[in-house]
Structure formats: structure tokens, C-alpha cells
């Protein structure tokens, strides 16, 4: 039996499942006379959950590291929490009830108030307390849950999902990778098993009742593709599959430090997409050499209210500290479309992909842009810092955008603030109206940055997000490919550099057309730099120019894509 | 009884890191310290109380104790607000 589920963590895994069931905890009311006696069990209890606590604070500290243990110090203030347990109390007393019902129904209130609230922050810690009371109540019903810690023999284990307790437990050792049945690519399991490097796969609906302890099966990390007690023909394919995978991965280590550069000698640059200063570890792990795409909308996101200049200061001087000197690119305020932020109160629009977003908000909204380009410019001095404006659909916006920056710039000169007077400014070419008219944007930016998640969308009219149609959404799309030929083109003429964010700039099967074009900058997830640095390591830009040339003439995408299986064989081994 | 009035002058007010912060430093003395907002109290040792009230920049609150240290454990926890919970 084969499903479908999302790959969140790439690799592929062969063995038994242990599949980690958790009772339903099953409570009931019960009038309790002997208050005193109910009182004394909820403390005993809660002394056993601390034990355990303390002992999941230490190991998560030990194996995985201080960021991810300080979830269990939140669990241990909420154990200790006077407000908390003091209402359990006071219902045992008042209402005569047992206390695993007490404790239940304050959980369930506390924990709507915080999910009611519009806040990231609050939805979370309403998760922590019911993992929290959970264990208390486990323990008082004496339940027992599969334990994940003291594992005999090698497992993939297959759950409803995982919470932060669990995921703490997992032995790298003995856990081979896990699928779950809720979840996505950014949900916490998923995050977490990327962290600790073991394959996985999310979203997998009905997996939990389809499997058994002890069936084999097998899975695809990066496919996200789950066989369920595979045939013996099966499992010597995957078995193959696997050990390729793991020596090819054990290749790509040796590529850390080295140059990007093609067999014929022409070198580019793989730079890494970046949302917070915490990814900056992602791309010193995987030896990328700059951010090509600092997302700054994430600092505005997720709060009541707008963040001050001396936030974002803080932020982009933190990256620019940590990339000691290589270059980062910071993309002002990209907001609107599919990125809503509440406390703006923005009227909701027919087509917020064609609306008021992005440097559209920014230019009439300058007492939100200026802070920004004020912090960017004062972080300049820390680094080496270039500004990117994105969504610019014309000239006159692009000198707009820049008279700003000037404005900006003189009153720092003014206040005798210091910054970098030779601040390279460019802007992304996310739509077709640039595209087309790049020679003219060529003289007047530092560099461009094809953003291809919305050149695409905007070149082909498809809602990227929109599954009905999502099959006319395709990075092989010729008229795509002319774009990108165009303004690398007109870039070069210019005598200005010419990079490339979103997922384009990863894929595999494009990374050759791109070099043969003549792409300089290559922005993607920190995860793909180093099997883009192999492929280009083994690819001539001479041979990919006369393949971007018969490419660019094909009609179709499908045509694209298969010219590009049959001509471009790069060995993963 | 002790009480001072104070305001909440950093960016994140009693969220995040500053209401763990302000609960820790409360949990340090031996007097009942509570929170007055909107003329509501808040235990100020509870995490999930501190929380709840949501108190956001410019919020003015009121901290009283009561106890034989009510005195430096207000004024610890005003220190505190005072210096934004060194944000």
C-alpha cells in the first residue's frame, strides 16, 4: 500500500514501525467528599510531573540544544503556577469534585482564552498547558504513553502527531525518521526532525490505523512518499536508493568550503533565503556564501503592532555581524497579497496579488518605509548590506522609492549618523512590465533579482495559489525562460550584476540553464546550496549556453523539461 | 501594604521573555505581590495570570505586596518596567 503524504524532512528510511498511540484520557466528574485527600493527590502528582520535566529540560539540553530545552523550563513555570492550580483548588473545594475533573475544566478555559487571542505567541503557550495538564492528569489516571526514550531496537514511528515532549525524547540512535498524520512543512515535528536530521513525513492522513506495530515500512523524506509492508522487488529498489542517498550525502559534506565554480573555470555565488537572524544558522551550516533574500516581513509579522527602527536595526545588524563581511540582501517590506498583518487594517481587495502591496504600500505609506530604510542604512556600517525594492512595476515607482531613500539618507548626514555611502540598491524583477523593459531599470539599479515564485504567476495569470490551476503553474514555461534570458541580458549590458530568489534558483533540472544564461547570484534554501554546488561542479557553462539556446526555441514546458532529461545527465553518486 | 504605579514602556510590554522575566523576579520574595489592571488583580508569580491580562505598551498598572519584604518586592519589580526588562 503506497500513500501520500508531504516530505518535511529529506532521506529515506527502511524498518519497523512503532507506532505510538496515546490514549484517550478518559475523565469523569465525581463528587469527592474528602477534599483534602483530592488536594493531596493533585500535589503528589505535580511533584512527579516536575521530576519528569526537570528530566526532559536536561536531556533536550544535552542532545539537542538550549533554544529547544527553554520549552521545558515554560513547562515547568506553568507547573508551578500559582493562578493555575490555585482555581484547580479552589473547584475541588468549592464544587466537590475529583481533581483530574477540576483540573480538566480549568485547562479548557485557560486554554480557549489563549487561543482566542490574535497572537502567534499566545496560540503556542495555550499548546504548552495542555501538555502540561496532560501529563498531570496521566499520571493521576496512572495512563502510561509508548516511550520513546529507552528504546530497544531500531523504529520509524508513526503517530497522530508529536509534541515538543515527545520529539525531546527522540533517540537519533534508534529512531530512524517518523510519519505522522497532522502537519505541514512548518509545523514543529517537521522542524524538528530537519534539526535533528532524520527523515520525515507529514500529513499522511489515516496513517495511524492502517499500520501495525512491527510492519515494515518504507519512506521518502523528500517525496514524501509513504510503502506500507513493501514487496521484497520494493524493498531491494529502495534499499539501493538509500545507500545512494546516504554516500552522495556524505559527497556533498566534502563540497563545505569549497568554490562554486564550473569545470570550464566560471565561478558564481550560492547565497541562501533568509526570513529571521535565528536562519543565519542554516546557511553557516551549509556553507552558503551570503543572504541573496533577507525576508523582512517576518519582523513585522506576528505582533499587535508595527516593529520600532531600533528593532530592526538590531535585526539586520545581527545578520550582517554574523555574515562577517559577505554580502546580505534585504528586501524592504513585502506585505499585502497573500501576507496580511491585522494591525495595518488594510481593506480587503478582489485581487491582493494585483493590489496595494509591497513598495505600492511603502511609497504612501512612508512613516512605515522610512523607519525601515533609516534601520537598514544605519546596520550598513556592520556589514556589507545591499537594499532591495520588490513589486516595482515602473520607473517612475523605482525613482520614487529612491528619492525616499535620499530623503533618508540626508537626515541621518544631518544628525551625523554614519552609514554606507556606497549602499548598493537594486530591485527584484518579479514582473513581466520589468522583465521587458530591464534596459532601461538596468541604468538606474546596482543589481537585479529575479523572483520567480511571482514572475510566473504574473507572466502565466496563475494563482500560485490556487490548486485547481495549479498545473498551468510551471517553472519550465517558456516564456518564463525568455524573461530570464532578457534581464540577465540587459543586466550584463548595463555592466550590473544579475542574481536569482525563489525556488527557480534551486531546481535541479534549471540550475544548468541558469549557469549557460550567464546567472551570477543563485538565492535559495540553505538545505539545497550544496547539491547546487555539485551539479555545477560538474557542468561546462560552455555546453549549457548551446543547451539554454535550443531550449529557449522549444514551444512548451513539457518539451523544456524533457529536453532537459535527455541532454543534462549529472551523476548523483 | 506597598504599591507604586507604573507604565509599560518596551515594545513587547507583558509578553514573551518580559513576562517570564516579571514572574521569576515576583516569585523571589516571600509577600503576596499582586497586579491591578482596569481594577482587576493578577497574581504576579503566575505565568499564566501575567499573561492573560495582556498588557501591551503604555499599559498602566498598579503593584501592590503585602508581606515582610512587600517593599524591596515592589520595587524590584518596578526596577524592572523601569529599565524596558532590558530589551
Known sequence: MVLKGIGASPGIAIGKVLLKKDPELKIEKRVKDNTEEEIIRLKKAKEKSKKQIN???????????????????????????????????????????????????????????????????????????????????????????????????????????LTPSDTAQIDKEKVLGFITEIGGKTAHSAIMARTLEIPAVVGVEGITSKVEDGDIVIFDGDEGEVIIRPEEKKLEEYKNKKEKFESFRKRLEELKGAKSVTKDGIEVELVANIGTPKDVDGILRNDAVGVGLYRTEFLYMDRDQLPTEEEQFEAYKEVAERLEG?????????????????????????????????????????????????????????GDIKIMFPMISSIEELRQAKAVLEEVKEDLRKENIKFNEEIEVGIMVEIPAVAVLSDQFAKEVDF???????????????????????????????????????????????????????????????????????????????ISIL????????ITQQEMKEMAEKVINLPTAEEVEKFIDDNIKIDYI | MYKVEVELKNET?????????????????LSDVKIIKDEKKYIAKSIVGILSMGAVKGTKLTIVAEGEDEKEAVEALKALVDTNFGE
Open chain 1, 55 to 161: 528530566e526532559l529540560y536536561e536531556h533536550t539540553l544535552n542532545t539537542i540544544g538550549e533554544e529547544e530545552a527553554k520549552i521545558f523550563e515554560a513547562h515547568g513555570m506553568i507547573l508551578d503556577d500559582p493562578e493555575f492550580f490555585g482555581q484547580v483548588e479552589e473547584k475541588i473545594k468549592t464544587e466537590k469534585v475529583n481533581v483530574e475533573y477540576a483540573l480538566k475544566e480549568v485547562t479548557d478555559i485557560i486554554v480557549k482564552v489563549f487561543e482566542n487571542m490574535d497572537n502567534e505567541y499566545m496560540k503556542e503557550r495555550a499548546a504548552d498547558i495542555k501538555d502540561v495538564s496532560n501529563r498531570v492528569i496521566r499520571i493521576l489516571l496512572g495512563v502510561e504513553i509508548t516511550d520513546i526514550s529507552k528504546l530497544e531496537e531500531e523504529v520509524i514511528i508513526v503517530a497522530e502527531d
Open chain 1, 531 to 538: 547539491k547546487a554546488r555539485w551539479i555545477i561542479k560538474n
Open chain 1, 326 to 382: 559577505k554580502p546580505v540582501v534585504i528586501r524592504t517590506l513585502d506585505i499585502g497579497g497573500d501576507k496580511e498583518l491585522p494591525y495595518l487594517e488594510l481593506p480587503k481587495e478582489m485581487n491582493p496579488f494585483l493590489g496595494y502591496r509591497a513598495i505600492r504600500l511603502c511609497l504612501d505609506r512612508t512613516d512605515i518605509f522610512k523607519p525601515q530604510l533609516r534601520a537598514l542604512l544605519r546596520a550598513s556600517t556592520h
Open chain 2, 13 to 29: 510590554g507583558l509578553h514573551a521573555r518580559p513576562a517570564s522575566l516579571f514572574v521569576k523576579e515576583a516569585s523571589k520574595f
Open chain 1, 448 to 526: 537585479f533579482s529575479i523572483g520567480t515564485n511571482d514572475l510566473i504567476q504574473y507572466t502565466t495569470a496563475v494563482d500560485r495559489g490556487n490548486r485547481q490551476i495549479s498545473h498551468l503553474y510551471n517553472q519550465f514555461h517558456p516564456a518564463l525562460l525568455t524573461l530570464v534570458k532578457t534581464v540577465i541580458e540587459n543586466g550584463h549590458k548595463a555592466g550590473i550584476w544579475v542574481g536569482m530568489c525563489g525556488e527557480v534558483a534551486g531546481d535541479p533540472k534549471l540550475i544548468p540553464i541558469l549557469i549557460g544564461m550567464g546567472l551570477e547570484e543563485f538565492s535559495m534554501s540553505p
